[in-house]
């Protein structure tokens, strides 16, 4: 980690010296309480942080520490199901502990670090491997079974070890390389976009159980589709109801600002 101080303090923008050797977008924890913040320029000495949470009466001259890593989401069993903000705090989890005011500084797990998840492993090592390759399964939940694979910044290798059926929380070791050790769950950087080797043709509709879409604006799995229209006309309503009916496994809902 590296340790710097606060120069100047403009809203949510702060300014802090001694963080050059940090990277840029890196995650730093500012103030006294800690708050979560991001690197978003490096000028010489000088590092301007964008502080994700109320730093109503920071200080100059408190101290800012960069984690020596950029701002990523933790991802593996356990998320579906959770509700987070935008820095992956579980609110659930904090609502129980603080009640309904989030406060600044307050931080918990993402993930369950104490749940064990039944894992069933697909292939016997020792053997290759290389990023996007299945080692097991999960049953994340009823009806979701969750593929474990080799993460995109694990180096293709040899794997030379692989964890037997049984339970495991997303800390515990399941699998090892000549390079590395290998998790359920692994971070990544969220300004960096997921690899993938091709896009899949849509070939099916996507039944959203509302007639007038699925009649005259037919949607396709794996496509996309926006809902225009000024306040009132039902847009975020449609989308409510597209999410209870559609066929789909799993919904994602992403709330941001008025309406997700």
């Not at 339970?167 to 699998?175: A, L, S, V």
Request: with cysteine; aromatic share 6%.
């Amino acid at each position: 980690m590296i340790e710097g101080s606060i120069t100047r303090v403009s809203g949510p923008v702060v300014e802090a010296i001694g963080l050059s050797s940090a990277g840029l977008y890196d995650v730093v924890e500012v103030g006294e309480k800690r708050l979560i913040g991001e690197i978003i320029r490096l000028k010489d000495e000088k590092a301007t942080v964008q502080v994700y949470e109320n730093n109503t009466g920071m200080r100059v001259g408190e101290k800012v520490v960069a984690l020596g890593m950029p701002l990523s989401a933790y991802l593996g069993p356990g998320l579906i199901g959770e509700i987070y903000d935008g820095i992956q705090r579980p609110l659930k989890e904090l609502f129980d502990g603080t009640g309904s005011f989030l406060h600044p500084g307050v931080k918990d797990h993402p993930l369950n670090l104490e749940k064990k998840w039944h894992f069933v492993p697909a292939i016997t090592a020792p053997c290759e491997v290389a990023p996007g390759m299945l080692l097991g399964t999960v049953q994340e939940s009823v009806l979701i079974l969750h593929k474990v694979l080799v993460p995109p910044n694990v180096k293709p290798g040899r794997l030379l070890s692989l964890a037997p059926e049984g339970d495991y929380t997303i800390e515990e070791e399941i699998g090892k390389t000549d390079a590395e050790s290998i998790f359920l769950a692994h971070h990544w950087p969220v300004r960096r976009p997921r690899p993938y080797v091709g896009k899949l043709q849509m070939s099916e509709p996507l039944i959203t159980g509302q007639r007038v879409i699925d009649v005259f604006f037919p949607l396709s799995k794996g496509g996309t589709a926006a809902i225009p229209g000024g306040f009132g006309t039902g847009k975020t309503m449609t989308q409510h109801a597209i999410a209870k009916r559609c066929d789909a496994d799993v919904i994602v809902y992403i709330g941001c600002g008025e309406r997700g």
